[in-house]
């Protein structure tokens, strides 16, 4: 329950019957517990009058003044009581109410006239002309004393609001300021943990370059070993302790060369019988028919003998492209394009493009191993490579190579003007390479029973090449950077860019504009690659 409300009295002794009055109409209020009146009558005797009425005043809620012409002609109230009061009042630490009991000409009074004064529009409780009783009067008078124990009441919940808002959030802010320091503690540990991982990442991935790097001098040292005895007994050792090694390609072939320098040749009289015996066979052939028809020695034409073409197919067999100006990209309106092919005009140098996508055999030979998902073909495109496996086939490849050709991938203008056909194209614009109909010139999700096919078993392009379409993906050597006129995309990426589609794909897939992107150490069945080479 709140605490009573205290009021204090000030009056002139000639106006003590009023307050006895008052007191009267305010004891209801005192006994519901929501004032406490005090007046100097209240000073025991023996007491130190002046600091009781002091101290009275400084703990008073409500200060109640009795105005008549006797306050007026009171010094003591005027040089105290009312400096004290109206000072508090301005300080708002209590309410000053004055209360006009007798006539008099307070509103001269440059104090109690810019108060709010009782009863209502100052009239006194006296006048008789105003009240028909005077406890109207007073009636009136306890009626604004409620009106400011109202005031007080709601300026007091306020504050405990206030104070209770401001507890409030004080703990809120301390709630949020632990939660951000246990925050701050987690990404402390959580970076702490990060940085240690890393620190063991990069301690392992030493480590391994480490042993790469032992591993690899080691290769070069029995490498030179086997080199500096150049005897096939020294290449077999290498090749048995290193059989993917980096010189092991080199090594089979040093191994062939030494094999057929050392085998037997033939004594010089066993060529003559030999050769002899097949010039006789040949010359019967030729006499037969004259002998037993009578026609002229003539061969017949079934009996020519004929070119025969082989059968092996190898991504290492070239076709030269004479360069030229081409609209990369697709047009707006083709169906399944996407956001990054918009056109525009490149120009591309001579170069030189595998007609075929690179086997398996064809990789087999060069590193010793197949890495193909779907093996046992050999002229199947080789797959499961990826970009950075590539560089690896094409080093060992151009180290061999006695052509001193520099094999490479082929950009992604090259591949796509080549796709398109070249200047071979007559400016001709098929959906994929070398025709609108991708049966005839694809193995795709429609048509491949979800595996890899020979390569060359389709419709080639108008330059003679095939699979451009399907079969496989196809590395390129580009990493996945805009085009020139893409204003949404700008910032060249790590990716490797790979096309044509492959046998799990679709019609979109299959389009020559295609650019799908993956890291350069992706491997998958769907992605293979052919080579190129630069004509300057």
């Known amino acids: 329950m709140p605490q009573p409300y205290k009021l204090f009295t000030i009056y002139a002794r000639e106006d003590a019957q009023y307050l006895e009055e008052l007191r009267g109409q ?111 009067a007073w009636l009136d008078v306890v009626a604004g004393v409620k009106r400011t124990l109202d005031l007080l009441r709601n300026a007091e919940l306020q504050r405990e609001q206030a104070i209770q808002n401001k507890k409030a959030d004080e703990k809120q802010a301390r709630e949020e300021a632990a939660r951000r320091e246990r925050e701050a503690k987690e990404r402390a540990e959580n970076e702490r943990l990060a940085q240690l991982r890393r620190e063991q990442e990069q301690t392992a991935l030493a480590a391994e370059a480490q042993r790469a790097k032992e591993a690899r001098r080691a290769d070069l040292n029995a490498w030179q070993q086997a080199a500096d005895a150049h005897d096939l007994p020294a290449y077999e050792n290498y090749l048995a302790r290193y059989p993917q090694g980096e010189y092991a390609r080199e090594a089979r072939f040093r191994i062939k060369e030494l094999k057929k320098r050392e085998a037997a040749p033939l004594p010089l009289k066993r060529y003559a019988v030999i050769g002899g015996g097949a010039l006789a066979l040949l010359l019967a052939l030729w006499l037969a028919p004259k002998m037993f028809s009578g026609r002229s020695p003539q061969l017949s034409e079934s009996s020519q003998l004929s070119e025969s073409s082989p059968t092996k197919k190898s991504g290492l067999e070239m076709v030269a492209v004479k360069g030229g100006t081409f609209t990369m990209g697709s047009p707006k309106n083709e169906e399944g394009r996407f956001d990054d092919e918009c056109q525009h005009s490149v120009t591309v140098p001579s170069f030189s493009i595998g007609k075929y996508e690179v086997t398996q055999a064809d990789w087999r030979e060069i590193m010793g191993n197949n890495p193909s998902h779907f093996k046992n073909c050999d002229d199947c495109p080789v797959e499961n490579v990826s970009w950075d496996d590539i560089q690896d086939f094409l080093k060992t490849l151009n180290r061999v190579t006695t052509s001193g050709k520099k094999y490479r991938l082929p950009t992604e203008a090259e591949w796509e003007y080549a796709a398109r056909g070249g200047s071979a194209s007559n400016n001709t614009y098929f959906s994929y390479s070398g025709s609108n109909d991708l ?60 096309r044509g589609g492959y046998w799990g794909g679709g019609p979109r897939g299959c389009r020559p504009a295609s650019r799908p992107t993956c890291g350069p150490g992706d491997r998958g069945d769907a992605l293979g690659f052919r080579l190129a080479l630069s004509l300057q």
């Open 439 to 498: 049966d005839a010139v694809a193995w795709h999700d429609g048509n491949s029973g979800n595996k890899t096919h020979p390569v060359g078993t389709k419709k080639a392009n108008q330059l003679g090449l095939y699979d451009m379409s399907g079969n496989v993906w196809e590395w390129c050597q580009d990493t996945n950077k805009p085009y020139p006129c893409d204003s949404k995309n700008t910032v060249e990426g790590v990716n490797r860019v790979f």
């Open 26 to 136: 305010l004891r209801p209020l005192e006994h519901a517990g929501r004032i406490r009146v005090w007046s100097d009558r209240e000073i025991n005797p023996g007491v130190d009058w002046e600091r009781e009425i002091v101290h009275n005043l400084d703990t008073a809620d409500i200060i109640l003044i009795l105005v008549s012409a006797a306050y007026y002609n009171s010094a003591y109230i005027h040089e105290k009581e009312i400096k004290h009061a109206i000072s508090r009042h301005e300080r708002g630490e209590a309410k000053v109410l004055p209360v006009i009991v007798r006539p008099c000409s307070f509103l001269d009074d440059p104090v109690i006239s810019r108060l709010q004064v009782l009863p209502t529009d100052g009239k006194p409780v006296t006048d008789r002309r105003h009240w028909a009783e005077r406890d109207d």
